[in-house]
């Protein structure tokens, strides 16, 4: 089992920033991938960014590319998300996810998820 659980969202203005962090804990937290999703009220759970277990390959959405940045810190089971320039449309509960499997991670079939963190973006 892998326990998630995220931090640091918050109300901020359009233009903005925030940063994410999603801890880890159980089993070895090197051995696999993660990202974050995210759902707004009335939508579907979306993929926002991943990144695989040693930390290179990341990807993103094209919705939040060159404005959202994903990183990871294996000796300290923590992954992080760093979100410039924050439109309303970023407004949404944002999820931790962890698979073994990138492909799983990447199409919403991860085996874990964090409870999530509201993130409101005020124009």
């Known amino acids: 089992q892998v326990q998630l659980v995220e931090s640091g969202g918050g109300l901020v203005q359009a233009g903005g920033s925030l940063r994410l962090s999603c801890a880890a804990s159980g089993r070895t937290f090197r051995n696999y991938h993660m990202g974050w999703f995210r759902q707004a009220p009335g939508k579907d759970r979306e993929f926002v960014a991943s990144?695989?277990?040693?930390?290179?390959?990341?990807l993103y959405a094209d919705s939040v590319k060159g404005r959202f940045t994903v990183s990871r810190d294996n000796a300290k089971n923590t992954m992080s998300l760093q979100m410039n320039s924050l439109k309303p449309e970023d407004s949404a509960v944002y999820y931790c996810?962890?698979?073994?499997?990138?492909?799983?991670?990447?199409?919403?079939?991860?085996?874990?998820w964090g409870q999530g963190t509201q993130v409101t973006v005020s124009s």
């Open positions: 996810t962890a698979s073994s499997s990138i492909l799983a991670l990447r199409t919403g079939g991860s085996n874990y």
């Open positions: 990144i695989n277990w040693s930390g290179s390959s990341p």
